[in-house]
């Protein structure tokens, strides 16, 4: 069993596959407070591995972005293979600090201030930007590195940061910005 919040379907609405159609699992719980986090994660409901493929299903897209709360606490290989044998192309949003399985499609990193990094392969980093410094960042190994305002409320001042810093590019969260889930 696995503790879901909720199952959805929307547009990814950050990041390199921003305005992509996917399901969105979201998963119970996680082992960061940050006080900025803008997600109710802490109820769910356990879900067998067949119902979460089941309801997956239940919508046209292949991409599934699995979220939380944070994903890495409790996604497994078993998993990763269920969804793949139903076809579909499989993401998540982790904070970076869980080991990963390897054959997730995409990895998006979302590294906060003061934890140790144990995921191993990422594609794009993602970083909350309050003013911090995130230079370092920019050495993980990832493909894209992307700078996302705080709830849409310090967009100048991201803006500012790139184009001063130029390796970095912006991530709207645009779900936000078109009122839907
Ligand atoms: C809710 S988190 C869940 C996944 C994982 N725990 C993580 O932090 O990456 C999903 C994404 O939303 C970002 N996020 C959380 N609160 C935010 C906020 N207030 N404004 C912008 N992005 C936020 C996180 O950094 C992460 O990239
Ligand atoms: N539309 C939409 N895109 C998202 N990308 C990452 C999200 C998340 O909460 O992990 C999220 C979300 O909550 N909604
Ligand atoms: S790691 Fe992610 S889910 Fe956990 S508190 Fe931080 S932003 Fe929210
Ligand atoms: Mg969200």
Known sequence: ???????????????????????????????????????????????????????????????????????????????????????????IETNGTCVLPEQIDWVTCSPKQGTVLKVKRMDEVKVVYLGQDVSSYLQLPATHFFLQPCSCRNTEEVVGYILQHPQWRLS???????NIP
Request: overall charge negative; hydrophobic content about 35%.
């Open 1 to 91: 069993m696995r503790k879901i919040n909720e199952i959805f379907y929307s547009l990814q609405g950050e990041g390199f596959h921003a305005g992509t159609p996917a399901v969105f699992v979201r998963f119970s719980g996680c082992n960061l407070k940050c006080d900025f986090c803008d997600t109710r994660h802490e109820e769910g409901k356990d879900m067998t591995d067949e119902e979460i493929v089941e309801e997956v299903l239940r919508y046209p897209s292949r991409m599934v972005i699995l979220t939380g709360g944070e994903p890495g606490l409790w996604v497994d290989d078993a998993l990763i293979e269920a969804l793949h044998k139903a076809g579909k192309y499989i993401c």
């Open 172 to 178: 709207l969260q645009t779900h936000k910005l078109i």
